[in-house]
């Protein structure tokens, strides 16, 4: 279910969120916080990004494209984005 | 059809006796079709039967052809493109030799200049191979 089709709180963004990226990048939950790096934390490379953009659309229903990742380094900055893409 | 067994390495960088691909038969931003029969002779033939790996070879040449023929329609060059990686593949028949292949190619999503495509081959309508390939295009 996406974001933008129920009304959901900004802390079930996020929560949601952490719960697909862990999950798909098996990464401990605890270890998506804001101030951690996206790149570093679920140790992405240039084809990683693909299935984070396909992850996005799937669970948020909203399109990333490589311009929104120039200004990305953090979680804080990866959550403002999709809070920018969603007008929440 | 788009482009023919002559002509296709106009559009494509491979050369015999590595070329997967024989004719494109269309080619849009959303659809990529292509043919390959399958000669004795080929590289990846083995026992009569076109391998997994050539079927694959064949969706990424599908690409490099489809994506060659768009660039050059735009009064572009055609640009290299290497397979980044292979996923959610699935092998359900492979083709005797003197079998044409149709692979039918659909980008599903682009970032910057990496590609994630979902490629299919099939014979007489029977499914052969699937998979999801990531496709590094050259900027």
Known sequence: MYANDVKMSWEEVIEGTRDFLSTEFEVDRSEIRPENS???TLDLDSLDYVDLVVLIEENLGIKLTGEDFREIVTFGDFYQLVRK???L | MLITRESI??????R???IMVDSLISATEARFETEFCIEADNLLVSNGYFQETGLIENIAQTCAASFGYLAKEQAGEAKIGFIGAIGKLEVFELPPVGATVQTIVIPLHQLGNIY???GESFLEG???LGCEMKIVVTE
């Open chain 1, 38 to 40: 996206l790149k570093d």
């Open chain 2, 126 to 128: 029977r499914i052969l």
């Open chain 2, 9 to 14: 390495t106009d559009y494509i960088p491979h």
């Open chain 2, 16 to 18: 015999a006796p590595f």
């Open chain 1, 85 to 87: 893409k969603l007008a």
């Open chain 2, 116 to 118: 994630l495509v979902k």
